[in-house]
Each structure stands twice: as C-alpha cells, then as structure tokens.
C-alpha cells in the first residue's frame, strides 16, 4: 500500500484524505491536534506543527513514504517542498519554495521575468519604507499570508500606518508589502502541472466586499471572460508559473483585468485555491478529478487532465453582507442546483477576513444560475 504524507490536518485537507483513502492509499497528516479533524480520518496522525521541518522529515524517514502533499495552504508547502527534495520525492524545487509564498519576493520574480504585476514596495521588520513614486490609493498587504488576512485599501497617509500596522501583526516575519492599486474584475485561474507541463483546469469569477479589506463572498465558474481575454490570460499564467519554477502540482493564479482589457497578475499559489475552488468547483464544472491528480503528481502516477464536463459551479458565502443567501442554506434541499450548503456560526459579521465568513452554499448547473436576492 502506498504511503501519503500531508501536510496539515485541518478541514481544508478532508478532501484530499477522504480521496486518498478511497483510492486506497495510506494517509499519515502533520498538524497540531487544535483543530485538526482530519485526525479522526487519517490512518495515521502526528501532532507537529507543519512548520517543523526538520522533525517531520525524519518521520517520514522513518514511516518510509512514498509521496507528500498538501491543498490550500501556503505555509504547509514550505514543508512539502523539504521533505521532498530530502528524500527524492516529487515536489517543487525547495530553493524556489519562499518565492510562492512571500508576496514581496513573487513581486521581484515577476518584475524579472517581465510578468504584468502591480508596482510595489516593501515595509521591513523595523516599519521602513518608502512611496515616493506611488500615488493613493494603496493596497496593503502582510508578505507572508493567504485568506485576505491583513489585506486593505489606503486613500490617504493617514489611514497607511494604521493598515500597516495592522499587515505586520498579521505577517508570520513581521513585514508588509504596499502596492498600487490595481482597478478591474477579479478572477482566479486554476491549473496543475507535471514535469514542468502546466495544464489549465478553469477560470473563475471572483465576487468579493471591495474595499477596503476585499475578502471574498463568491466564486463562479466558468469565467464569463471573452474567449479572447482567457485565451491573453491563460498565457500570462503560464509565463508566470514558469517564472516561479512551478514544476509539479496544483496552482491558484488571482489576476485582475481593468476596463481597457489590461491583466495584472496579483499573486501565485503553488497549491489549490481554497473556498472549495480546487476542492469541489473545478470538477463539478469540468468533470476533471482535481484532488485526486494532485495525490497522482505526489505519487508519480499523473496522467494529463481530460475535461469531460461544462458546467455552471460556484460558492456563496454567508455574512452580514450577503444575509440574502441565509434562506438558500436553510432550504437547500428544495433546490436541485444546491449540492452542499451549511451553516457554521448563527451569528453574521461584516467581515474583514475569510474566517469571519458564517456558512456557504455549493451549487452545479448546466445552465448558468441565479439566486434569488430577496
């Protein structure tokens, strides 16, 4: 039986453990026990934080694995990368592992490799920087973190040391990234690459509350993009995963492109985008089984994607701002196009994070859906 090793255990990596149990595979996951329900349906459970390198790659050493991954989290793909390249696992390569998760260092890679990306400019551990050649508003971001966590819109000076202030709390190194701010709809491009091959599995559309902490309400999938502008992004994606030497596995690209058709590259997950995207949107859209080839690049048995399907899938999230879909959830059964709905706190926020989100419902159609928003 083959030996998986993931890295992380909380409800983010089910899928990818309930996958890898169906296809009979072996599952060891790393995290610590405080919130880790994957515990319970592993085969196998280590209570480590994912950070700890070292210690995880001697127990891999040890249990003999065969591969090791993880689905959306960044900081959990530092670890992946680790261990890999130690024990002649597939992975990205480990010395390019701190470009895909530092916003600051991914910024300089794209300058370099001529990737259209917002300009910007680093906030160091002591508060330094400087925004001479910039002009209001920013965006203000902590280097080091996903989920729109430390993330807001400046208009004036007055508000920057606040938001600053704010994204190095947040920031795991203590640093912020400040950035023009780039106007236009936003849409996330999925793909998973093998040997240096990259494929794109979808576009998504991306609704989020705007400013100034832009987290996200919804993901919609197909992009209702012209064919012409997908055709301008998917190459500029691939540019990209190119430049950041994304060689094996899932990929979260968000862009945004203005009113005049101009694509900026935002920023670059070596790993699925979370919010169900690459969990549970790419293949009730496309047919195509995006966790399962993610284990089949960890273990070296991926074959190239075929997309079977054309669907209409998408998420809403539940929060004080989208109180309309609160009457979805609770009569989700009355509605065949709702395949999932839930709701995980009573209480709805106006939210300034992806975790202070209150539930969510999962639809598939093959006709494009609308919700009614009364």
Not at 34 to 50: L, N, P, Q, R, V
Request: with cysteine; charged share 25%.
């Amino acid at each position: 039986m083959k030996k998986l090793a993931i890295i992380g255990a909380s409800y983010l990596q089910e899928p990818i453990v309930k996958k890898a149990k169906q296809m009979g595979i072996y599952t060891i996951c790393f995290a610590w026990a405080d919130g880790a329900t994957c515990a319970e349906i592993c085969d196998k459970f280590y209570d480590i934080s994912i950070i700890e390198k070292e210690q995880i790659l001697e127990i891999c050493k040890k249990e003999q694995i065969d591969g090791i991954t993880t689905i959306a989290s960044d900081t959990a793909t530092l670890t992946v990368n680790y261990v890999a390249s130690r024990m002649g696992l597939i992975s990205n390569p480990d010395e390019y592992s701190e470009i895909c998760t530092n916003k600051f260092k991914m910024r300089q890679c794209f300058m370099d490799a001529d990737v259209p990306s917002p300009k910007f400019t680093l906030v160091d551990d002591e508060g330094k920087y400087s925004i001479k050649e910039f002009r209001f508003p920013l965006i203000v971001k902590p280097t080091d973190r996903s989920g729109s966590r430390g993330v807001e819109k400046v208009l004036d000076p007055v508000q920057l040391e606040s938001a600053i202030k704010r994204a190095r709390k947040d920031s795991f190194e203590g640093k912020a990234i400040i950035e023009e701010f780039v106007t236009g709809r936003e849409i996330s491009v999925e793909g998973i690459s093998f040997e240096g091959n990259h494929t794109i599995l979808q576009i998504t559309d991306k609704v989020t509350t705007g400013a100034p902490f832009f987290v996200e309400l919804g993901h919609h999938q197909p992009s209702s993009l012209s064919d012409e502008i997908k055709d301008k992004v998917k190459q500029i994606v691939l540019n990209a995963l190119d430049a950041l030497h994304i060689q094996y596995g899932a990929s979260h690209s968000e862009l945004k492109i203005d009113e005049d058709g101009n694509i900026r590259v935002i920023e670059i997950g070596a790993r699925m985008g979370g919010d169900f995207i690459g969990s549970n949107l790419v293949q009730l859209s496309t047919g195509y089984d995006f966790v399962k080839g993610v284990i089949d690049v960890a273990l070296g048995t991926f074959e190239v994607p075929k997309l079977t399907q054309n669907n209409y899938s998408g998420v809403y999230f539940l929060c004080k701002e989208t109180e309309w879909v609160k009457p979805h959830i609770l009569n989700y059964k009355d509605n065949p196009d709702i395949v999932e709905a839930r709701i995980t706190d009573p209480v709805l926020r106006n939210i300034e994070c992806s975790g202070d989100r209150s539930g969510y419902l999962i639809y598939q159609s093959n006709k494009k859906v609308e919700f009614n928003h009364n």
